[in-house]
């Protein structure tokens, strides 16, 4: 049986996650920010909702990218260089989530992204802990990504793209940003082979949990992102 959580039931260790059933863990609970930080904290991620309820995961072996192994094609490389699109760091946090959830997903009928889970992120945007990077071109946002940062460890979410590259540009600048400040781990969560290309690799979840407590370690959030100061010589 998948745990049923109420409003203060405290989760299941992550090892009781039914591997046959796509690394669920429990049903229920609310998406709080006092809930979603202790899920991420420990390895547990929100992802879609039966009847209201939100359905948490906790997978094993895990999806990550560690910055200095993200992969920068020749391709990739020469897009940034042209100066194509330009990049902003938490200016429409609530456009990229539109634009995540209104993307179509090979295999996937519909978005998870409801409209509770908007508010609970962008709730969680207003207190600091999560952050957008957006890709414009001609003034027009046309792609970006969102997620959530604890201590040195950045949690990905989703990420869309309205034109060639321009989900690729505004993670290849997240990944400078997280170089700059020292983070060590982004959390992907499952395989994809777009991740793949990209340097992300799965590692057992136990390895997982193990690198989160260190890098969660210092937990205040940093509430303000900008790419101003990175060093952007591709």
Same mark, same amino acid.
């Given at each position: ?10 989760f299941?260790? /992550?090892e ?15 998406l ?5 930080l202790?899920?991420?904290?420990h ?6 909702? /039966?009847?209201?309820h939100p ?22 490389r ?17 456009? /990229?989530?539109?634009?995540c959830?209104?993307?179509p ?5 519909g978005?998870?992204?409801?409209p ?9 945007h207003?207190l600091g802990?999560?952050?957008?990077v957006?890709?414009?071109d001609?003034?027009g946002? /046309?792609?970006?990504l ?23 540009v505004?993670? @290849?600048?997240?990944i400078?940003?997280?170089? @700059? ?5 982004i959390?992907?969560?499952m ?13 057992p979840r ?5 690198r989160l ?12 992102w900008?790419?101003d ?6």
């Amino acid at each position: 049986m998948i745990p049923f959580l109420g409003p203060f039931d405290r989760f299941p260790p /992550v090892e009781a996650a039914r591997e046959d059933m796509g690394g669920l863990l429990a049903v229920g609970g609310d998406l709080g920010p006092d809930r979603l930080l202790d899920a991420y904290r420990h390895g547990i991620f929100p992802w879609g909702t /039966v009847e209201g309820h939100p359905l948490w995961y906790s997978l094993d072996p895990r999806m990550v990218l560690f910055p200095a192994e993200f992969r920068l094609t020749r391709s990739l490389r020469k897009t940034l260089r042209s100066g194509r699109f330009s990049v902003r760091f938490d200016h429409d946090f609530a456009g /990229v989530m539109a634009g995540c959830a209104g993307t179509p997903r090979p295999g996937q009928d519909g978005t998870w992204i409801s409209p509770d889970m908007v508010n609970a992120y962008r709730r969680l945007h207003e207190l600091g802990w999560a952050h957008s990077v957006e890709t414009y071109d001609e003034g027009g946002l /046309v792609g970006g990504l969102y997620g959530l940062a604890i201590g040195r460890m950045f949690y990905g979410e989703s990420m869309f793209a309205r034109r060639s590259d321009a989900s690729k540009v505004a993670f @290849a600048h997240l990944i400078r940003y997280l170089e @700059a400040h020292q983070f060590g781990m982004i959390d992907c969560q499952m395989r994809t082979e777009h991740l793949a290309s990209l340097g992300g690799r799965e590692i057992p979840r136990a390895d997982f949990l193990e690198r989160l407590r260190d890098l969660t370690a210092s937990g205040s959030p940093r509430t303000i992102w900008s790419s101003d100061q990175l060093d952007l010589d591709w």
